[in-house]
């Protein structure tokens, strides 16, 4: 019986001793790389490894030109010079509405119904 292994912790001596026995065939891992695999003992065993060479280049390559469009564009700091803006009309904002009398907001909304109180209907 062929059993597929797929693991992203090291695969040590004991582990193939103790907790996988003679019937593995295949050791499969999700990285660039077989450095956390023991392929002399996998070798030594008739066990295959395989890995995934390519995982990554497309994503880092994304990443590079991702990058190299937020540089050229100067994304980051018209970021920071938008989020000072937000700030600065905030406070503003807070410093205005400071100076309303603390009930305004609930005087304007009862003069609001009062307004429409006879439009009401029972």
């Known amino acids: 019986m062929n059993y597929l292994l797929f693991l992203g912790k090291p695969v040590r001596v004991i582990f193939l001793d103790f907790f996988v026995g003679p019937e593995l065939k295949v050791v499969a891992t999700m ?3 077989t450095d956390n695999i023991n392929t002399f003992e996998c070798q030594r065993r008739g066990i295959d490894v395989c890995k995934t060479p ?3 280049a497309d994503a880092a390559a994304d990443i590079a030109v991702a990058l190299i ?3 050229s564009r100067k994304i980051v700091q018209g970021r920071s010079k ?5 700030r600065l009309l905030m406070l503003i904002c807070l410093f205005v509405t400071s100076f309303l009398p603390k009930n305004a907001e609930k005087e304007r909304s009862r003069r609001y119904w009062r307004k429409r109180s006879h439009l009401k209907t029972n």
Do not use: E, N, P, Q
């Not at 938008?82 to 937000?86: G, I, M, N, P």
């Open 31 to 33: 990285s660039s790389g």
């Open 54 to 56: 390519d995982i990554a």
């Open 69 to 71: 469009l937020m540089t």
């Open 82 to 86: 938008f989020l000072l803006r937000k």
